[in-house]
């Protein structure tokens, strides 16, 4: 995933989406949150903001595994894209839980408006990082002072928020709009570049020469891989909701411990992937979904403070054109309390 949050995020957008919504309900080719086709089976519409890959890993398993089903839920994954605006689609109510590459997206999204609420955190660090190359090495944010580096659009406040925490000056670092190759660090044309770390196919090509500095350790502490919902959903359905939760937190746990056969499951469900790309990148992502936190709260964990943390970097940043919004509107910890018992306990 290379999509930090939605672009054009707006309540207009979410207005037009639910228009089209409306309209191709009536032709039955949408799903909304009624139950599914079968008896006393709930549909669950699980919108990505992305692609589906590895970082879907728990969910796909809890699906091949019939955890859903033990839940009454009936399970499908849309894919997002770079056209498709995900928060928005989930909040016209076309699908009844989603997800984002970060957690951002839901701060903006409910600033204008839009009334999206995060249920549980997939990643407990976000995998964003900053690649150099040992022979011209970025370890610390310090070091990027005199230097060039490379990120999509969707990474400048990333940036902006990095050099601010750091008391760097944006004037001492040099910012390029690149895509999502890594090209322009090994030609020289700059001296770091973005991605994730569990995206380990495109980051092959640097070898032994990466030297990695993550947006976490820079002091930029991010959710990835965020779980959401609607005021609605939550108001309406929330046993559903907990039973979403439960079942998605046992096929993490699962995958945990059964990591080839998860990844067997992965390239069957997409097979576009790599099975030997995914094999090397899946104790990656696992790492990522289990530390000490999940350990003492179980897997999904995440805090209010954190939360709070986020809201206030982006608020010096100027990023709310409609003020900052109030933390227990971005999310919620209700589910997460309500299903403790239930989600995996490990680190």
Same mark, same amino acid.
């Given at each position: 995933?290379?999509?930090?949050?939605?672009?054009?995020?707006?309540?207009?957008?979410?207005?037009?989406?639910?228009?089209?919504?409306a309209?191709?309900?009536?032709?039955?080719?949408?799903?909304?949150?009624?139950p599914?086709?079968?008896?006393?089976?709930?549909?669950?519409?699980?919108?990505?903001?992305?692609?589906a890959?590895?970082?879907?890993?728990?969910?796909?398993?809890?699906?091949?595994?019939?955890?859903?089903?033990?839940?009454?839920l009936?399970?499908?994954?849309?894919?997002?894209?770079?056209?498709?605006?995900?928060?928005?689609?989930?909040?016209?109510?076309?699908?009844?839980?989603? /997800?984002?590459?970060?957690?951002?997206?839901?701060?903006?999204?409910?600033?204008?408006?839009?009334?999206? *609420?995060?249920?549980?955190?997939?990643?407990?660090?976000?995998?964003?990082?900053?690649?150099?190359?040992?022979?011209?090495?970025?370890?610390?944010?310090?070091?990027?002072?005199?230097?060039?580096?490379?990120?999509?659009?969707?990474?400048?406040?990333?940036?902006?928020?990095?050099?601010a925490?750091?008391?760097?000056?944006?004037?001492?670092?040099?910012?390029?709009?690149?895509g999502?190759?890594?090209?322009?660090?090994?030609?020289?044309?700059?001296?770091?570049?973005?991605?994730? *770390?569990?995206?380990?196919?495109?980051?092959?090509?640097?070898?032994?020469q990466?030297?990695?500095?993550?947006?976490?350790?820079a002091?930029?502490?991010?959710y990835?891989?965020?779980?959401?919902?609607?005021?609605?959903?939550?108001?309406?359905?929330?046993?559903?909701?907990?039973?979403?939760?439960?079942?998605?937190?046992?096929?993490?746990?699962?995958?945990?411990?059964? /990591?080839?056969?998860?990844?067997?499951?992965?390239v069957? &469900?997409?097979?576009?992937l790599?099975?030997? !790309?995914?094999?090397?990148?899946?104790?990656?992502?696992?790492?990522? !979904?289990?530390?000490? *936190?999940?350990?003492?709260?179980?897997?999904?964990?995440?805090? &209010?403070?954190?939360?709070?943390?986020?809201?206030?970097?982006?608020?010096?940043?100027?990023?709310?054109?409609?003020?900052?919004?109030?933390?227990?509107?971005?999310?919620?910890?209700?589910?997460?309390?309500?299903?403790?018992?239930?989600?995996?306990?490990?680190?």
């Open positions: 995933m290379s999509y930090l949050f939605s672009n054009g995020l707006n309540r207009r957008s979410m207005l037009k989406t639910m228009a089209a919504g309209g191709l309900a009536g032709a039955g080719t949408l799903v909304n949150i009624v599914g086709f079968a008896q006393d089976t709930f549909k669950v519409s699980m919108q990505l903001g992305w692609l890959g590895n970082g879907n890993l728990g969910e796909i398993a809890a699906d091949k595994l019939g955890y859903f089903a033990e839940e009454g009936e399970f499908e994954i849309v894919p997002g894209g770079p056209n498709v605006d995900g928060v928005a689609s989930v909040a016209s109510g076309r699908s009844n839980l989603g /997800q984002v590459s970060s957690s951002p997206s839901l701060m903006l999204a409910r600033s204008a408006g839009i009334p999206v *609420k995060c249920i549980a955190a997939g990643y407990q660090q976000h995998p964003y990082t900053y690649f150099s190359l040992k022979k011209n090495p970025i370890k610390t944010p310090q070091d990027m002072i005199g230097k060039t580096i490379g990120t999509q659009a969707t990474g400048r406040i990333l940036f902006r928020a990095l050099l925490k750091n008391g760097i000056s944006e004037d001492q670092v040099e910012l390029k709009v690149i999502s190759d890594m090209a322009p660090l090994l030609t020289g044309q700059v001296d770091a570049i973005t991605g994730w *770390k569990t995206n380990v196919n495109a980051l092959s090509i640097l070898g032994d990466r030297v990695d500095m993550s947006l976490w350790d002091g930029i502490q991010l990835a891989n965020p779980f959401y919902t609607t005021d609605t959903v939550l108001n309406e359905h929330g046993d559903k909701v907990q039973a979403m939760i439960r079942a998605i937190s046992r096929g993490w746990g699962w995958v945990r411990e059964n /990591q080839e056969e998860a990844v067997n499951y992965l069957e &469900r997409l097979p576009n790599d099975r030997e !790309s995914e094999l090397k990148a899946v104790p990656l992502v696992v790492g990522y !979904s289990f530390n000490e *936190k999940t350990a003492e709260n179980g897997w999904g964990t995440m805090t &209010r403070e954190n939360w709070q943390a986020q809201i206030e970097t982006y608020e010096n940043l100027e990023q709310f054109a409609n003020g900052a919004p109030a933390v227990d509107d971005v999310m919620t910890l209700s589910v997460l309390e309500s299903t403790a018992d239930s989600r995996p306990k490990v680190g």
